[in-house]
């Protein structure tokens, strides 16, 4: 059973169009996120979910929307996509809603390419 | 403001020999910190976790870090290298508010020569 999945692995698009990744995660925990990695492997969160309730919200332009129907998915739409979105993306889960002092359980991320 | 710094951008060993990748990190408190591994193309991996228990923490596949608070360090050994370690490795630390948001060091490419 895998623990956290995302939806598409790859994800090869046009500029200007509009776009979905999708998250799930089986483990029962409170706590959603993404993340996004650049082209050099640097990773930064975007946004957080805890029980379906916005927590993180970084400088992300506003194309990018998370939505969270349950705390078991969450999901993220990108409007009007650009090159420069072009990266692997990131969804995570945590058990302690954010607090304490555990590690994330992570997905095996979504590659985005923007043309 | 916390952070983390991966001294080394890139690490090269030889199959049978020591690893040590160093993470410096930076908290105005006791912090949580972690090391992840990323190996090509896949997702990330949890090695250890420090959470103000023991200092010395083993995780994972024959991987240790010691936490020094004098140093603020939180360097990742492991005795001898395997040719599968060779991955993207990042020093982690988890703020401690109630988001719980990890700030990910630049990340250090493990390289393992056979």
């Known amino acids: 059973d895998t623990a956290v999945s995302q939806t598409p692995k790859y994800l090869v698009t046009q500029m200007g169009n509009d776009k979905s990744i999708k998250c799930e995660q089986n483990l029962g925990h409170d706590t959603m996120y993404w993340y996004k990695q650049d082209s050099k492997k640097f990773l930064k969160i975007m946004f957080s979910?805890?029980?379906?309730?916005?927590?993180i919200n970084e400088t992300v332009p506003n194309r990018f929307s998370p939505k969270s129907p349950d705390k078991a998915h969450l999901n993220l739409h990108i409007n009007s996509l650009e090159l420069g979105d072009s990266a692997v993306y990131f969804c995570?889960?945590?058990?302690?809603?954010?607090?304490?002092?555990?590690?994330?359980?992570f997905g095996s991320g979504t590659r985005l390419t923007v043309v | 403001a916390q952070s983390v710094t991966q001294l080394d951008s890139h690490v090269s060993v030889s199959e049978g020999t020591p690893v040590l990748l160093r993470c410096n990190y930076s908290?105005?408190?006791?912090?949580?910190l972690f090391w992840y591994v990323q190996h090509p193309n896949k997702g990330l991996q949890l090695l250890l976790k420090?959470?103000?228990?023991?200092?010395l923490v083993k995780g994972i596949n024959g991987f240790e870090a010691e936490f020094k608070k004098s140093e603020t360090s939180f360097h990742l050994t492991k005795p001898s290298a395997h040719m599968s370690d060779a991955a993207e490795y990042f020093c982690v630390v988890r703020l401690r508010s109630n988001t719980g948001k990890l700030i990910f060091g630049q990340g250090t490419t493990l390289q393992v020569k056979p």
């Open positions: 908290s105005s408190y006791s912090p949580s």
């Open positions: 420090y959470t103000s228990a023991a200092t």
């Open positions: 995570a889960s945590s058990q302690d809603g954010g607090q304490g002092s555990y590690g994330y359980t």
């Open positions: 979910y805890n029980n379906k309730e916005l927590i």
